[in-house]
């Protein structure tokens, strides 16, 4: 990731609260038969590893995890994101020499793949999953909920996904190359927008 250190993230309670927030991530490997990509939900265990390391399960017919990766994969986390409008900046009306860009958070985790079928831990996954994204529900589904026939029929259709991180590329770009007469413009906008992603970077932004 093109990191100018400006941008860079080195606090890596923001890094993992990125990671956390992200509902969907995207897994990354390359093989023998080319670059392949997943869209998977994706969790971090903070007690293994220096790291951490990367958990997730893929469908079982998908060729990802029946090919060799060659290296180490890549997980990508997004957090908030906004497109930036010159319009913004103060220094439109100063001079004019403005250009659009656009504000993000994001974390590239790197690190040795391992694909296992062990239904024992692909149950451990499923449950770390579902708690996660059912905490907060009124009522919390369960995997336990489920038939235990039905949970294990469903356990051979998928298979464990498990990187531990080596690397950690962490950006949060939110204007700080820009002045603060610009950065405040920029706040605003993005409070008055009418999309809620929007207002959810406008808080990020340094002033």
Known sequence: MYMPAIFKDDDLENVRATIRAARLAHFVTVTAEGLMATPLPLFLDESEGEQGVIYGHFAKPNPQCKAAPLGDGLAIFMGPDAYVTPSWYATKQETGKVVPTWNY???????????????D???????????????????????????????????????????????????????????????????????ASERASDRDVAPLIPL
């Open 105 to 119: 958070v994001a974390v590239h985790a790197h690190g040795p793949v391992e694909f296992f079928d062990d239904p």
């Open 121 to 191: 831990r692909l149950l451990v996954v499923v449950k770390r999953l579902t708690e996660i994204h059912e905490s907060g529900r009124t009522s919390p589904w369960a995997v336990t909920d489920a038939p235990p026939d039905f949970i294990q029929a469903q356990l051979r259709g998928i298979v464990g996904l498990r990187m531990p991180i080596t690397r950690l590329e962490a950006k949060r770009k939110m204007s700080q190359n820009r002045n603060a007469a610009d950065r405040a413009g920029v706040v605003a906008g993005l409070w």
